[in-house]
């Protein structure tokens, strides 16, 4: 058996030493936003199970998720969603190994970000 | 001297003894589900307060009913990849075990709950 003891190794700088840049900010919102989906999720799903066991109980969770605090959770949901949207399809952009000049992975960053909000406004208006 | 071929190397698949399926999976979902979300945000964000009786009448129509199950599955499934690598990322030993194992039941647990929601409006 290889020994246990833990051997002192170099630590390669993590996110503390490097500047924040928006190429590593827009990659970590995306994680963000993904995993924070979860919640609209949950309570969507929650929804659905209510409808399909009566007026009563439907009543009851219609009231959570249409007060301030289901529209709260749901609008944040759906500038999750669409920022997460944007920054997937930039992802297959970049698989396809394109875009990947700082210059227009800037520009692609400031678009999954002003894009997320556009399209939050408008789906807000059309619902 | 090395004994296996470069082609039996990449057969084992790499460090993440996944190779590229991962990837791959994460891909095919993130396109359907491009195709999808636009379509399922407008039908939802309109079933959404516009009581029950609209809503019984919005999920018995097939459209509705198969988008929103397709989302929920493959949302899901696309979820508890993107969820597990991020458990993966940060923590270790038996937190991640406990976490990946949640994140995993839990998935198919939502998915169970949302078609079963669903079987019982459409029918």
């Given at each position: ?34 995993n ?11 929804w ?9 109980y ?18 944040l ?51 | 001297m ?42 939802f ?73 669903l079987?019982?409006?459409?029918l």
């Amino acid at each position: 058996m290889a020994d246990l003891k833990p051997v002192e190794r170099p630590l390669s700088p993590h996110l503390q030493i490097y500047r924040p840049q928006l190429t590593s900010i827009s990659s970590i919102l995306t994680r963000i936003a993904g995993n924070g989906l979860i919640v609209g999720v949950v309570l969507a799903v929650w929804w659905l199970l209510a409808a399909a066991s009566g007026p009563d109980y439907f009543a009851f969770v219609d009231g959570i998720l249409t007060s301030w605090f289901g529209d709260l959770v749901f609008s944040l949901s759906l500038l999750a969603v669409w920022y997460h949207y944007l920054a997937g399809l930039r992802h297959l952009y970049f698989d396809a190994g394109k875009g990947l000049d700082i210059e227009t992975a800037e520009m692609l960053g400031w678009g999954c970000i002003i894009g997320s909000v556009v399209l939050t406004v408008i789906t807000l208006f059309l619902v | 001297m090395r004994y296996l071929t470069d082609r039996k190397r990449a057969v084992g698949k790499g460090a993440a003894h996944s190779g590229t399926e991962h990837h791959w999976y994460m891909t095919v979902s993130a396109v359907g589900l491009a195709v999808m979300i636009p379509t399922f945000l407008f039908i939802f964000g309109r079933a959404l307060g516009s009581g029950h009786e609209q809503v019984l009448a919005t999920f018995a129509r097939p459209f509705p009913a198969i988008l929103t199950g397709l989302v929920l599955v493959i949302g899901l499934q696309h979820f508890r990849r993107g969820a597990q690598m991020m458990i993966e990322d940060y923590a270790r030993g038996t937190t991640r075990k406990i976490a990946v194992i949640f994140v995993i039941t839990f998935s198919y647990f939502l998915m169970a709950c949302g078609l079963f929601a669903l079987a019982k409006l459409a029918l």
